[in-house]
Structure formats: C-alpha cells, structure tokens
C-alpha cells in the first residue's frame, strides 16, 4: 500500500464549478499535511497547510481527519488557471521534516 | 532574491557518464533536500542536509552523492549513470525542520541517461 494516496483523475471541470480531491494516508503518527500545486513542467509550490482544524485560503479549503487518515481539498468558483496538478504532502516527522508525496491529483479546467 | 536555483535545466547522459546537478539558495536556509520524480510517481528524498558538512541519505540514495561546504549550495553528484536515473531532479530548501516549514523548490532538472 502506498503510504499516501491520490485519484489521479484528472478531474474535467467547467469554470466556476466546485470540485474535491481526496487523500488518504498510512502512517498514523505523521504529523503535519500539505497540499503543493505543481505546474505542467514546473516545480512544486506550497498552495496550504492543512491543520486538524480544517482551514480555509479564499476559494480553497483543507480538511483533514485524523481518525480516517483523510484529508481533502475543496476548491470553488473554479478558474481556468487553477488547472495543474494537486500533490498531497504528508511529513512524517523524525528528527527532520520528511515529506511524503502523494501522485498527485490533475485538475482540468474548462472555459 | 532568486530563490531556490537549478542548473542544468536538461542534460542528456551516456550510461557510465558523471555529472554534478547545481543547487543553491539565497534565503539562508539551513535546511536542504534533493528530491527526484519519476512519471506517474510521487517526489522521492534522495539526500538532505541540515547545515553545512551535514549531509544524510533519504529514501532512494543509491548511485548519488551529495555535499554542503557552504550554506547556499547542495550539489548532487551521479556517478556511473543508468537509465534507472533518468528523471526530474528537485532540489529544495527549508528556513527550518518543524512540523509546518515550508519547502522552496527549484525549477528542476531533466536528466536522461541513454
């Protein structure tokens, strides 16, 4: 089992729609959760933490469940330029920060 | 500030060759990762540092190594390259190692190993 899973997708979704993305996990002692949006080509960015509480970043909002080894992403009102590729990001903590990187999730937005 | 930088960008390789992948930052982190991504598959840890002369192997180290003289550079070296290396090579950096630090990525690398 791989210690932390994506949908692939891609997801096809039209501008302004809401879409979701899902991740689970297996190491129940990691200990801090990311999402990191990656560019067609380009590098990997920080887009949010995601904290036990859930929070929220304007459109986006992270959720994470610890009892399910779960966390989400919400996304709203959907831009054309919200397509890319969504990685789920846990740190398994030892000493040092050691992320984890999930497949990641492809999004597509449509016009 | 520029960042996390890369160089080369691309690089194609004969199997057996060498060569150094550049990595430097100017945010004076101390922290410093390499990562490398393969198609369909998720960034794995090759090397990392926690400051200069500090260095540890990560998930995948095999056929790599690395060193941190200086806080700013973290060259990954790849001796006797295989097709199996063929990849996109990260390097990152974090101010620190905390639960929520924040990891800079550089634009990458494409290595091919023909």
């Known amino acids: 089992r791989k210690e932390v899973e994506q949908d692939p997708g891609p997801f096809n979704v039209p501008e302004g729609a809401t879409v979701a993305f899902n991740c689970t996990y297996s190491n129940s002692a990691s200990q801090s959760f990311f999402w990191y949006r990656q560019d067609c080509r380009k590098e990997p960015k920080l887009l949010m933490s995601?904290?036990?509480s859930g929070n929220e970043d304007g459109r986006f909002t992270a959720q994470l469940n610890r009892a399910s080894q779960y966390i989400s992403l919400l996304i709203r009102d959907s831009k054309l330029s919200d397509s890319a590729t969504y990685l789920c990001v846990v740190n398994n903590y030892t000493g040092f920060q050691k992320l984890v990187f999930g497949t990641g999730t492809r999004l597509l937005v449509s016009p | 500030n520029a960042g996390v930088t890369q160089t080369p960008k691309f690089r194609i390789l004969k199997i057996g060759q060498s060569m150094t992948l550049q990595c430097a930052q100017d945010?004076?982190?101390?922290?410093m990762y390499w990562y490398r991504q393969d198609p369909g598959m998720g960034l794995k840890l090759i090397y990392y540092?926690?400051?200069?002369?500090?260095?540890d192997k990560g998930e995948v180290p095999n056929g790599y190594n690395v060193s941190r003289s200086t806080t700013e550079d973290f060259p990954l070296r790849l001796e006797l390259a295989a097709p199996s290396q063929t990849s996109v090579y990260f390097c990152?950096?974090?101010?620190?190692?905390?639960?929520?630090?924040?990891?800079?990525f550089g634009p990458g690398t494409r290595l091919t190993v023909l």
């Open positions: 945010m004076n982190h101390n922290y």
């Open positions: 540092s926690v400051g200069a002369g500090i260095t």
């Open positions: 995601v904290y036990s």
């Open positions: 990152a950096s974090s101010y620190d190692s905390g639960d929520y630090n924040e990891q800079f």
